[in-house]
């Protein structure tokens, strides 16, 4: 197998592109996909700080390493979970990178931070663990943004993930997320500008890129996230992949393309009416947001009146 670009020996194919690469081409192949998404959706320019969430997985830190190559400004956030073992051993995957490449990191424990964890928070919220961490994820990358001043935050989704979620939003017709696709959201009332920009890598591409990088990371899945229907979702759409390669990326950039404006009244509908949270300040439709009532009950401290957040636009 030779490399498409330059006849060395190859070290991957890629059949949805019907292209083989070397180990520096594919590096390069990689990185330009990333240019090509950031410049195709607009999201975000050289010399704006970007704040990359990474959770010691392939896929963010993959993200991180290719943003930094490209010259932008990145800045890694890491949130600690407080998930065991798992949790750990992510936190020493992401920090060894950080001190390996001199990159900046901010780490936000909840424990230290906030006085709970994702499995007592869960439990004492009654909410599912994926859901409490879903939400405190979010707020963490709000907050945490709107205090830096970053100009966006950039999270590792890559093909696979955004395929797989659309597939799901499709198959029920959850009209009202499908208006929410976009690998690129505004900045909007108090939220800062959220991207993928790994949206045209899939998950072997993003496997590939760590190791022949040289990047080290935790291949565990989280032991909370057990049973996560998107795996179902992708394990189909991997069949279909396999049959038909490149039926992945016309799915999901078909669908950006041809059909995703045609949700946006409907996205715009399901927004409720934000107003502030009277605890944290953050963008909330009713008066204590959801996060501070996870907080409280999980009996940590709730952050009161985050200055920055309250002055937010
Ligand atoms: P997940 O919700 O686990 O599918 O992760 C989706 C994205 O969220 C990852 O690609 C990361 O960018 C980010 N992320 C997940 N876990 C963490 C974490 N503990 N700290 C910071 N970012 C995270
Ligand atoms: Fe969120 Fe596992 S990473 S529940
Ligand atoms: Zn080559
Ligand atoms: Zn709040």
Redesign the pocket.
């Known amino acids: 197998m030779k490399c498409t670009v330059c006849r060395g020996p190859a070290v991957i194919d890629l059949r949805r592109h019907n292209a083989n690469f070397c180990a520096e081409h594919f590096l390069k192949f990689c990185r330009d996909q990333v240019e090509r998404t950031i410049d195709d959706f607009d999201m975000f320019a050289p010399g704006d700080r970007v704040l990359v969430a990474v ?1 010691g997985g392939k896929d963010s830190l993959a993200a991180w390493h290719i943003l930094r190559h490209l010259g932008y400004d990145a800045t890694g956030l890491y949130i600690g ?1 407080g ?1 065991g073992e ?1 949790s750990d051993t992510s936190h020493r995957y992401v920090a060894a990178f950080a001190a390996e490449h001199d990159a900046p990191l901010i780490t936000v424990d909840l424990r230290e931070r906030y006085g709970y964890d ?1 499995p007592g928070g869960a439990r004492a919220a009654r909410r599912t ?2 859901s ?3 939400l405190s ?1 979010r707020h963490v990358f709000d907050e945490a943004a709107i205090e830096g001043a970053f100009d966006a935050v950039a999270t590792g989704h890559n093909l696979d993930d955004e395929a797989a979620v659309l597939f799901g939003n499709v198959l029920h017709w959850h009209t009202e997320y499908l208006g929410r696709q976009s690998p690129v959201l505004a900045a909007r009332d108090g939220f800062p500008r959220k991207v993928k920009p790994l949206v045209r890598l899939g998950e072997r591409e993003m496997a590939a890129y760590c190791i022949v990088a040289g990047i080290d990371y935790i291949v565990d899945e ?4 057990r049973g996560n229907r998107h795996l179902h979702y992708k394990a189909a759409l991997n069949d279909i992949e396999a049959a038909s390669p490149g039926a992945k990326a016309d799915f999901y950039f078909g669908f950006l393309r041809r059909a995703a404006d045609r949700f946006d009244g409907e996205a715009e509908a399901g927004r409720e009416q934000l107003g502030r949270c009277d605890t944290c300040g953050a963008p909330s439709p009713v008066e204590r947001c959801a996060f501070c009532r996870l907080v409280e009950r999980a009996g940590g401290a709730v952050p009161v009146n985050a200055p920055t957040l309250r002055g937010a636009k």
């Open positions: 959770s979970l998930i798992y994702i663990p994926c409490a961490c879903g994820k989280c032991p909370m996230a």
